[in-house]
Nanobody
Framework: QVQLVESGGGLVQAGGSLRLSCAAS????????VGWFRQAPGKEREVVAT????????YYADSVKGRFTISRDNAKNTVYLQMNSLKPEDTAVYYC????????????????????WGQGTQVTVSS
């Protein structure tokens, strides 16, 4: 079992920045891959960024490339999502998700590939 707790969401003006954190417990953190997803009102949940278990591989959705950075600190059991140059269309509930993985550089892009989810944190970007 893995427990995930997101934090760092809030209200920010367009062009601003936020850093989301996903704190994990319950399993050796370096054995799990993590992804950030988001769901805007009336839309399906979509992948934002993902990271392999030791951070050697990452993936970004085209909509956030160059603006968002995913990273992890395995000593702190935490994954971060640094979000810069925020746009109103980034407004959503952001979720982190995790799953165990054996391969060193494997990342997962689909929500059905993840076994554990946090409760979500709201990000609102005003224009």
């Amino acid at each position: 079992q893995v427990q995930l707790v997101e934090s760092g969401g809030g209200l920010v003006q367009a062009g601003g920045s936020l850093r989301l954190s996903c704190a994990a417990s319950g399993r050796t953190f370096s054995s799990i891959a993590v992804g950030w997803f988001r769901q805007a009102p009336g839309k399906e949940r979509e992948v934002v960024a993902t990271i392999s278990k030791l951070g050697g591989s990452t993936y970004y959705a085209d909509s956030v490339k160059g603006r968002f950075t995913i990273s992890r600190d395995n000593a702190k059991n935490t994954v971060y999502l640094q979000m810069n140059s925020l746009k109103p269309e980034d407004t959503a509930v952001y979720y982190c998700a995790a799953r165990a993985v054996r391969e060193l550089f494997r990342v997962f892009l689909r929500e059905e590939e993840y076994d554990y989810w946090g409760q979500g944190t709201q990000v609102t970007v005003s224009s």
